[in-house]
């Protein structure tokens, strides 16, 4: 069985070793160098920049704890050598090409664009043609640019690694992670910002408890927060700075000028140049179409990772990989789950959420949700981090975990502890039952857990833990 996988990223390298070690003779082809977006311009530079934002914070909050320093002053352009460098450092790391050369894989890097010129034969610009029993497209996404006039005068998260100086203002055109994580980290570095979506609130696609209280806390540090604006309609050049041209919530034409505007507005698929026409697969809106187990519509051509559009997230990619790779290997028809998905933002403070937000969940059944404020916590107290809260969504009848929203001080690894749970099918009982250590963000779970258990059984929130103190802050909710 010979397979071609297109991309090397999480999706293309993880499909490429499963495929080898199921016994296939593998090839992979990749149009720029192994890693993928996250390693290189996504989630991993970002979160070095979110590490130097938290860092300028903590030297503001040293003075309280009797130690002096001197006001934190951004290097920008130190900062962005140091991200190319750690991200020198993590391909370094991972050595991909060594591990897939190693157990048989060919590697084909920086190919160029790579496009179909047969059912199922690839061919590269320089007249280089593959062709395979099977193929799995791996070739990721893009940041979108809104279809406006002015619209090259914007960047995207991409472009940011090119910026030569920090800007004095920024506009951001889109709520929902990537533009909230952005409007952190600049806001941090000291760059006036404004934050644009169409939604009637931030991160639309979260839990309620993650949009307001990242709203609020942004809003309190001094971003400009327009929410469900009515469009963005062009951009221009005035003056050596960059002119938004948008209409407000009631229709009102508005204008902003800023040094720089950044669209953070979706993540379609690469599939412009794959001549997809000339192999049978189709798309929709922009996506390559698969079933649930990675099959495209053309007969032996699967697809797995952001360029079907299901869950762009690395550790989805990873498991589409494999599973697209089982399949295609051995025919099988192993369905890509994705019901447990732990996922985040790097912002201040962090958000992690996992499963049903309480929204879907009530309408879904009887439920019970309990709220637990980061000041319920001795860990935030003692941090100087009580910003925050934990949120946990119980079935009403069995008691069993639908969903985790967690927004405060290392939110993304405390969210993972309630995915476990979940995972386990555990019950609000038994996950209050956990001795979890102390002083931890993390008994801020079992916390909340305890007190979902309160309510399930009718009871008022009487304190049993002598170390985890209730505030008045505390809030739970339930729904029938």
Not at 237 to 253: C, F, M, N, S, V
């Amino acid at each position: 069985m010979n397979i071609l996988v297109l991309g090397g990223g999480p999706a293309g390298v993880t499909a490429a070793l499963r495929a080898t070690e199921l016994g296939a003779s593998v090839t992979l082809l990749e149009r720029t160098l192994l890693g993928g977006t996250c390693t290189d311009d996504g989630c991993a530079p970002t979160r070095v920049l979110a590490r130097a934002a938290r860092l300028v914070r903590d030297a503001a909050q040293a003075p309280a704890y009797g130690i002096a320093l001197p006001p934190a002053e951004v290097d920008f352009a130190a900062l962005l050598s140091e991200t190319q460098r750690i991200i020198y450092r993590l391909h370094e790391k991972k050595q991909l090409r060594h591990h897939l050369e190693r157990v048989g894989v060919t590697v084909h890097e920086e190919t160029g664009e790579a496009r179909f010129v047969g059912p199922r034969r690839i061919g590269l610009l320089d007249g280089r043609e593959f062709e395979a029993d099977r193929i799995i497209l791996c070739v990721g996404g893009h940041a979108r640019r809104l279809p406006l006039p002015g619209a090259e005068l914007a960047l995207t998260h991409s472009d940011i690694w090119g910026l030569d100086r920090l800007p004095r203002s920024m506009s951001i055109v889109g709520g929902a992670a990537t533009g909230v994580q952005l409007a952190t980290i600049f806001d941090s570095f000291g760059t006036r910002v404004r934050l644009l979506e169409l939604a009637p609130r931030l991160l639309p696609g979260e839990d309620a408890l993650i949009s307001s209280t990242l709203a609020a806390s942004l809003g309190q540090r001094g971003v400009e927060i327009l929410t469900g604006i009515g469009g963005v309609e062009r951009l221009e050049r005035r003056a050596g700075r960059i002119r938004l041209i948008y209409r407000d919530a009631a229709g009102t034409e508005e204008v902003a000028d800023d040094d720089v505007v950044v669209f953070a507005v979706g993540w379609p698929a690469n599939v412009e140049e794959l001549a997809l026409a000339a192999s049978g697969v189709t798309t929709e809106r922009g996506r390559i179409v698969v079933d649930d187990t990675l099959r495209t519509t053309a007969e032996g051509i699967f697809a797995a990772g952001d360029v079907t559009g299901r869950m762009m997230l690395v550790q989805s990619a990873i498991l589409e990989g494999r599973v697209a790779a089982a399949n295609a290997v051995t025919d099988g028809h192993a369905v890509a789950g994705h019901r447990i998905v732990p996922h985040g933002g790097f912002t201040d403070p962090e958000y992690g959420s996992v499963g049903l937000t309480e929204e879907t969940a009530a309408g879904q059944g009887p439920i019970v949700a309990a709220t637990v404020p980061y000041t319920d916590i001795d860990r935030a107290v003692v941090d100087g981090r009580t910003e925050g809260a934990s949120k946990l969504i119980f079935s009403a009848d069995e008691g069993k975990l639908l969903g985790a929203h967690v927004v405060g001080e290392q939110a993304v690894e405390v969210v993972q502890l309630a995915a476990a749970a979940m995972a386990a099918g555990m019950t609000a009982e038994a996950i209050g039952r956990v001795e979890l250590a102390y002083p931890t963000y993390t008994s801020i779970v079992g916390l909340t857990a305890r007190q979902a258990v309160r309510q399930l059984e009718g009871r008022e929130r009487v304190p049993s833990e002598a170390l985890e103190r209730p505030s008045p802050e505390w809030e739970s909710t339930s729904r029938a």
